[in-house]
Structures are given as C-alpha cells and as structure tokens.
Nanobody, 127 residues
Framework: EVQLVESGGGLVQAGGSLRLSCVASGFTFNDYAIGWFRQAPGKEREGVSCISSSDGRTYYADSVKGRFTISSDNAKNTVYLQMNSLKPEDTAVYYC????????????????????WGQGTQVTVSS
C-alpha cells in the first residue's frame, strides 16, 4: 500500500521556522520525485517545491525561493521541507506527493499531475 505521511505542521509567528517531513512507503523511492504543495482556504493548490531523490535536483516556486529548502534522506524514504522566514501568506495545508521521476523530463514538477498524495498537515503563521 502506497503511503505518504506528512508531519511537522503547527502554529508559528511570522519570521519563525518549521520543518515538515514526508515519509513515503509502498513504492520505490528513487523512482519518484517528491513534491510539496499547499492550499489555503479559498485558493487553488500551489506547487511549492520538488526534489528528485535519485539525483538531488530541486525546484522551487518563486514565492518561497530563498526561504524554503527541500531535502531528502533516501535511507529513510523521507523528504523534508525546511521553512524559514515564514509569512502569514504561507498559511495553508501542506501536502506531499509523489511523481514518477521520468515526468521531470517533459513537465513542470510544480504543476504536474502527481501519482500519490498524502493527507496534509496544517501550517499557520500568525502576524
């Protein structure tokens, strides 16, 4: 059974930091890229970042460049999203998702149709 389990969300003041984790199971980790998405109330889902665990390529939305860092621990089948200098507009439910790695060659990893999704973790940034 494929599972993606997010954790690490919470309430933080503006300027603070959080680290999200995504633990994957049920598929070959190196055959997939793992992405982070977020959805705020009343807004469309937004691609935040993606990492190809097999070669370390990373991708970021302009809105988070320089503040968020994605990383991967292949031994633990886990992807992290370190979020620094958080802003109230970062408030959203954050989801991780898995995308077949070959899709990186012909599509934008922040807008691709991902194969598997987690349940999400809430991040709230207070002003």
């Amino acid at each position: 059974e494929v599972q993606l389990v997010e954790s690490g969300g919470g309430l933080v003041q503006a300027g603070g930091s959080l680290r999200l984790s995504c633990v994957a199971s049920g598929f070959t980790f190196n055959d997939y890229a793992i992405g982070w998405f977020r959805q705020a109330p009343g807004k469309e889902r937004e691609g935040v970042s993606c990492i190809s665990s097999s070669d370390g390529r990373t991708y970021y939305a302009d809105s988070v460049k320089g503040r968020f860092t994605i990383s991967s621990d292949n031994a633990k089948n886990t992807v992290y999203l370190q979020m620094n200098s958080l802003k109230p507009e970062d408030t959203a439910v954050y989801y991780c998702a898995a995308l077949e790695r070959r899709a990186l060659y012909y599509s934008d990893p922040l807008t691709s149709r991902y194969n598997y999704w987690g349940q999400g973790t809430q991040v709230t940034v207070s002003s």
